[in-house]
């Protein structure tokens, strides 16, 4: 192939598909063609992100592309001292990631040469390195080497190639410089090649030098770069490495070593080994029993994650907290969230941020906005509850944002907040995933020691290391174990198909407990719910009663407060004892009746409206009696008429402090209805929607996505070929009204097609309001959004499903859909 796009456009579909699934971010958006796909591949920042997914042999291997002259595998495999076998599978990795190319001998793709400045740990070679030195001193450089000024030597470049003969065997002038100056040398051997010196490029001579620097210069071992730089030449890195390119380079990841204990003991005592001809069936027993620990732990905590999550979300579009000037949540609302859900700080922050990585969560607007709640949470609590745990654990593992940075300071001192931009860390979803896949290639039953996983996670990602990466990877397992990815160190069985790409839900469903519509009511004023309760319940209840406990079961407790909360979101007396006897396992008991009746008989006897504020009832002694009460200082009441006080409080001060009083007044409106005081669930709208879809650098991309990427790549191709035929490639929607269906149908629909690979017709609104009919070819229904390819404009676009205002196959009457 002439060039790397003409390479690229000769590629089948399954390997364009398997370079845009090992880098995804080549869909931020999806490229025009394949010419444009091939010049976004080759950009620094790309290559890049390519090199961070590379495994310490496989970098290695793209080094020595760039150091070696084209060589054959054989070549190769003896330079990395590895087998032919291990650079094939090195070198598959390159042609699969695009940073390698060539039908026959590899060579690197555009720009790789550019990210990778010392390729081995090497220097540029000699004629490249003593380019930026004159003729004349490149002449005095020569003369000193070889004893004689050089004749016929008129121009640089025949001088710099004479001089590079002269260092293609330093030995002799390496012995000549003296001991000091050759350990000098060996400080750069293995890299990186360059040092800081002082006046580099003082003029040297053989004859004068005097220190080991300068012995080195004068021979050109050293060259001077600047004037505090020096660079150590390819050639001589070369000769002090005895040939060798890299140091302890292994093809092979270090072995796992499993944590002491790690394993259940067996019946005699010694730890289960793996089932097989030589353990007994005792021992295969306990290694099943020690797997249904593993996974009910998990799906325990799975379970806990969804229902502290819910708790959360719930609360907040109720009454949400603000959000910061500088970005993300104030100090003191992350300390009353994780009151609220009983937990530690940094497990509140988690929750929050891995809500808003689901797209659950957002702030409204741009200044003085709320966190609230999304439309797609809504459409969340409609699915089952391994359904909810599936789209938490994948907006977790794509996330850039770490959450244990919450509470702690940047390098400027200020504080970092939770759903700030400073938790921002591009390499968190990197470590995620490669910390993950390391624990499910361990095996089962197997707890891998955590010094034997930093060591695996560095071969695995060695570009990317240091104390931040060993951090990352802590608050990984610490994560993961709160999300039920983990149960005792050890990956649970759905949560290997999470990592795998297969559907979870099937194997979590089986260890989930199922969400119950009855609960136990007793007469001592509480109610016990033997499992989770199904959503409506749970609302109802939450409402009509406090939590008391939770654990294995939840403990309500009813009181005066709660009914009287019940009573003023509009609900009757008649309305909270029929909820409670059709879901009561027993009888009412004739207290909590009493409760409730009375007070339902207090409340709304006072009426609270605006002066600023008055008090009515139709009993005068009741307000004899609050005129008479020294707590009423404070209101400034008077009377007006019999049945009637005035304040000059507001409103809801004088409600608060009536309630202080232990009354259970009512606000009502100016014509005498009652107004509901706890207020209505907020939401927020989402980012903007219909965009070309943009992934993050380490945001992975399904099949389905992926297929439909590669469609619009090729079409694009065919439209660049054939400009005049543009207009034909494109699909065109049905004529007539765009579809409508129930929000619930539509999104079904949805899910169904993205099961089947069907296409359907959707009707969508734009942020105006108006609406259009698209043809698309659904990829996944996830967090509010349907992604897929819009064969109406030949890309892949990302649409919010309360945008969505039906969806009908193109077989079907789209009438047939309403």
Known sequence: ?????????????????????????????????????????????????????????????????????????????????????????????????????????????????????????????????????????????????????????????????????????????????????????????????????????????????????????????????????????????????????????????????????????????????????????????????????????????????????????????????????????????????????DVPEWKAALLAEIAYAAGLLTRSGDLDGEWLPTPAYDLWLMRDTAGRWTELARGWLKSDRAAGLAGERDDRDRLINALSEGMVRGSAPSVRRTTLDVLASAGRGVVVDADALRTRVAWLRPRRGGPSRDRLLGWTLREAAVLGLTGFGELAPFARDLVAGDDPEPVLEKYLPEPVDEIVIQADLTAIAPGPLVTELARELALAADVESTGGATVYRFTPGSVRRALDAGRTAADVTALLARHSATPLPQPLTYLIEDVARRHGHLRVGSLASYVRTDSPATLDEILADRRADPLHLYRLAPTVLASGLHRAELLDGLRAMGLAPVAETPGGG?????????????????????????????????????????????????????????????????????????????????????RVWIGYLDQQGQSSSRIVEPV????????????TRAAVHRFALHRITGVSELDDDPRAGT
């Not at 796009?5 to 880098?23: M, N, V």
């Open 674 to 758: 009652v107004i509901v005081t706890r207020p209505d669930a907020q939401r927020a709208e989402p980012p903007p929607t219909a965009e070309i879809v943009r992934l993050r650098p380490d945001e992975s991309a399904d099949d389905s996505m992926i297929s439909a990427a590669v469609r619009a790549l090729r079409a694009g191709d065919e439209a660049s070929a054939h400009g005049a035929e543009q207009a034909r490639l494109r699909a065109e929607a049905p004529a007539g009204e765009p579809p409508r269906s129930p929000a619930m149908a539509t999104v079904e629909r949805l899910r169904a097609a993205v099961e089947r690979g069907g």
């Open 780 to 791: 996944r229904v996830e967090g509010g959004f349907l992604t897929g390819f819009d064969a």
């Open 1 to 341: 192939m002439e060039t790397y796009a003409d390479w690229l456009r000769a590629r089948g579909d399954d390997e364009l598909r398997a370079l845009l699934a090992a880098r995804p971010e080549l869909l931020a958006p999806v490229p025009a063609d394949l010419t444009a796909l091939a010049a976004r591949a080759a950009t620094p920042a790309a290559i890049s992100r390519a090199l961070d997914r590379l495994d310490r042999f496989t970098l290695a291997l793209l080094e020595s592309l760039l150091v070696l002259p084209p060589v054959d595998t054989a070549a190769l495999a003896a330079a990395l001292d590895a087998t032919p076998a291990e650079v094939g599978d090195a070198a598959r990795t390159l042609l699969r990631f695009g940073l390698a190319w060539g039908d026959g001998t590899l060579a690197t793709a555009p720009g790789v040469r550019q990210v990778i400045p010392h390729p081995a740990g090497l220097g540029p070679p000699v004629q490249e390195v003593f380019a930026g030195y004159s003729a004349e001193r490149l002449t005095v450089l020569i003369t000193d080497l070889e004893g004689e000024a050089p004749r016929g030597f008129a121009d640089t470049g025949r001088l710099l190639r004479r001089l590079a003969d002269l260092l293609d065997d330093p030995a002799a002038l390496l012995d000549d410089a003296g001991p000091e100056a050759r350990a000098a040398l060996e400080q750069l051997m293995w890299g990186p090649p360059v040092g800081r010196v002082a006046d580099a490029r003082r003029p040297v001579r053989i004859a004068t030098a005097t220190t080991p620097i300068e012995r080195l210069l004068a021979r050109g071992l050293l060259a001077a770069e600047d004037d505090r730089t020096v660079t150590l030449p390819r050639e001589i890195a070369l000769h002090l490495r005895r040939g060798r390119l890299f140091q302890d380079l292994t093809a092979q990841p270090p072995p796992l070593t499993a944590t002491d204990g790690a394993r259940m003991a067996g019946p005699a005592g010694g730890p289960i080994g793996p089932a097989g001809p030589a353990g007994g069936a005792a021992d295969v027993v306990a290694a099943q029993r020690r797997e249904d620990l593993v996974v009910r732990a998990a799906a325990g905590e799975a379970f806990n994650a969804v229902r502290l999550t819910e708790e959360l979300l719930e609360r907040w579009g109720l009454d949400p907290p603000p959000v910061l000037r500088s970005g993300g949540l104030a100090v003191r609302d992350l300390r009353a969230a994780a009151t609220l859900l």
